[in-house]
């Protein structure tokens, strides 16, 4: 029997744990909230970072690598940065083991014991501002535009995959300026380019704008976020990009001489994504039946299945069948013949849709009779008889169509599900009931902010960049406002 | 003034120490034994790890991702692995920090100490092995062929920038097979691949063959290797791929039930390149001016060089260059065209001597008349004037010139380096006074190796698979021997 998904009217979350495992996506680990990343998950994450990587070099921006180890005085130096990171570090202490001599049993070896701790790295601002130290005298050392795709190291209490893991993968670019506005700049490229990826790769529409200081990156003076709506109403955070002023050259006596030959301190920026798009891309777009995958990101995007009884039929199906595989493979297509005769068409059928496949053709001994194939897509499930000397035109009019219409779906779903809310029993309801996106006014302060998420769970997701000015009072305190921010329950 | 190197002849080790920095691949870090790879030579190792990859996926692997931590008690599992990596472990032993009520200052949180310790990767073959026992029940699930591209960290006492570093850059592939011999032939596929690679992209020639038990991988049975010669006459190991035989699938208890319906224990192999290859690659080519690079790895194939005194001339300059940059980067080249004007020419012919950068193109007011341009390649440092419309013939015939060239020059120098010796007193005399590679009779023990090694620093890099048999009398004890091993002193 085909693999079976709790439904996400049952239960949300476990439809979510269900999927990532039986679309073979990952798995934990032995080691406590650390995941492993299987093929077919990886091979998407794989396609995001090439994606992501060809758009950041066409910024101007050069991968390179930073260690994996801060010394613990690094960590130190900026006050705000320490503060947000210290309570979940993974502790390098000793560089030895060996065998005890008495039990027999490998331990730690005390006497090599560090002398000063390592930190594996959560984010790393602080051991790369050590090194821009030394990259940057004048004016034209700047900018640098560097970027890495690393792991890192959060120790997270509660973990699931891909959403909230102890080690998982990201990049993390990093920059230097001469200028407060270029840097600006910089940050607010960033995040424009991630929800460019996201709206038009993983075809997840997003929202642009600003953290409060309550939600802002530690070490940071402004944090700009792009936030999607999940399925069950909920905030997912998936990109943030940093502008942090001066705070780690000061930190880290970054200065440069000006054009004007002024000692001045550096302007910086920190941007970054991880395999947190990964639980954004399942939950975004899939189904009962399994994953969605948008056409762009699906490392296979055609799954042909031959459909025959006889050996004699078995030959002639699959000569088509590679035929086919051949016409697509010229026009582009990441296309998979699944031939093996260990399993039965409609086991194969479920196969696929649980691992999202974009478009399924299925050929038979009848289709061969009457010149056609079965071309199925995954987003809607429909099926249709094609013509054999079509099948190209059409799997590439779906891929384009499949990639337009899950866009659509889910704006359409994230338009029914936000509110502008100007009454707190209203607020209240909602994020109770039949959580969502709800536009509201707020009197700016921090306070406010943690009381509505006390009683409500929400938080504000951000101040959006095109939130318009507008008189209104504060949703909780009544106090004036004069935009509308994004509150939502969050991932 | 240009950058200046010390020469090899002076101080090969130093000259490369000098390389490695002037030529902007990578600086020692603030972290013992780890190196910060700057975005040049970032930009090399992306062009190796994607031509690999590519070289993996066409062989049939696929990515994953395992994790970062090993719990101390899988390490133990496999008795000869964690003898040869117990020595040399990052040991992670706890997960917070926390600020000193008394002192303020950040220390690690005593009460968060970790149950079992974590080490820090050198190698996955437990945390792997660990995870496959739950993936192969039946012969269906196997072969698995998977690979993974991350980072290791092995406490290093002395290191040397991409030789030898704490933490570096490596691919592991971990496969599992249902039979013996498909995994020696998946271990030996694996190595011709590497040499491969070597040969005709890094155009390094290598010798292949197997580890003596004393060389060999811990925890393998059998270690197949590729031997380079550097410009110094010593050996560098470039690249391994073991058939570990039943080993960790014994440790892990990993079997599966065969087609004839027995439970049997599961085959395995991995194999790695490294961050080292930057090593070699550096070292295989480079000159007293900087470094040579192979045309198919140089992150800039082409520099344009613009030469001018007045506004006008570098209008009309520059209008040329960029037409020609054009022309070749619509052949497929890697081009940048070098227009600061806070440099000299000379400044810059120097920069992309130091940088490898394997043709360059000079403009001038001058050839703008002629209808020429100047074109000098890196390799052999000469230049010829090359009319304006054959300039991308030109080009283009040099990519493959130089790219057979550095390889043909590598080639000869190894041969000129590598003596069949049968004499004791002349086997000392090269290892002491011209070191290079000794093809010399051995009698098999590990105690004659090892003397060696401490008499002379050699070591048996291999047992050639090309080696003949051929009677013989061991070069140290005299004892009988039927074939030559490859000796050298080694990086």
Request: charged letters at 30%.
């Amino acid at each position: 029997m085909a693999k079976e998904l709790t439904t996400r009217k049952e239960n949300y979350s476990q439809w979510y744990n269900d999927l990532v495992i039986k679309a073979d996506l990952a798995e934990n680990s032995a080691v406590r909230g650390c995941m492993v990343i299987k093929p077919y998950g990886y091979a998407i994450w794989e396609k995001m970072q090439s994606i992501l990587d060809g758009m950041f070099k066409k910024t101007g921006h050069s991968n390179a690598y930073f260690p994996l180890f801060i010394p613990k005085s690094f960590f130190s130096k900026e006050a705000a940065h320490v503060e947000g990171f210290v309570k979940e570090c993974a502790v390098v202490t000793h560089y030895r083991l060996k065998k005890d001599e008495n039990s027999n049993e490998i331990v730690v070896d005390e006497t090599a014991k560090l002398e000063e701790e390592l930190i594996v790295r959560p984010t790393s601002e602080t051991i790369i501002w050590n090194t821009y130290k030394n990259w940057i005298q004048s004016y034209r050392d700047l900018p640098i535009l560097v970027n890495q795709w690393v792991n890192v190291v959060r120790w997270e209490m509660r973990t699931r995959l891909f959403l909230r893991t102890t080690e998982f993968l990201w990049q993390e670019g990093h920059t230097a300026h001469a200028t407060e506005a270029e840097a600006i700049g910089e940050a607010e490229k960033m995040i424009n380019l991630y929800a460019d990826f996201a709206e038009n790769y993983m075809g997840m529409p997003v929202i642009k704008g600003s953290k409060t200081e309550e939600e802002r990156f530690a070490g940071a003076v402004d944090t700009y976020a792009i936030e999607a709506m999940m399925q069950d109403g909920k905030a997912l955070q998936s990109g943030t990009s940093h502008f942090l002023g001066q705070n780690f050259a000061k930190a880290f006596d970054v200065r440069f001489s000006s054009r004007e030959g002024k000692l001045e301190y550096v302007w910086a920026t920190s941007w970054g994504v991880s395999t947190r798009l990964m639980g954004a891309l399942i939950m975004a777009h899939s189904d009962d039946n399994g994953l969605v995958l948008p056409p762009k990101l699906a490392p296979i995007q055609v799954v042909i299945v031959p459909i025959y009884k006889s050996q004699d039929e078995m030959k002639r199906v699959c000569e088509a069948a590679v035929k086919i595989r051949e016409e697509l493979e010229a026009s582009g297509l990441s296309v998979k013949f699944d031939d093996r005769d260990t399993h039965k068409p409609g086991w194969k059928f479920s196969e696929y849709e649980m691992k999202g496949v974009p478009v399924r053709i299925a050929i038979g001994p009848r289709d061969l009779d009457n010149n056609t194939v079965e071309v199925a897509r995954r987003d809607t499930l429909e099926k249709q008889v094609v013509a054999r000397n079509s099948v190209d035109d059409v799997v590439r009019g779906l891929m384009e169509e499949i990639q337009q219409n899950i866009f659509r779906k889910s704006l359409d779903f994230r338009r029914n599900n936000t509110h502008c809310v100007d009454n707190w029993e209203e607020f209240r309801d909602i994020m109770k009931n039949r959580p969502g996106f709800v536009l509201a006014h707020w009197d700016g302060t921090r306070e406010t902010e943690n009381r509505i998420k006390e009683e409500t769970k929400a938080t504000i997701r951000c101040i959006p960049f095109d939130a318009e000015t507008e008189k209104g009072k504060c949703i909780y305190t009544g106090k004036p406002s004069d935009k509308r921010v994004l509150f939502a329950i969050a991932y």
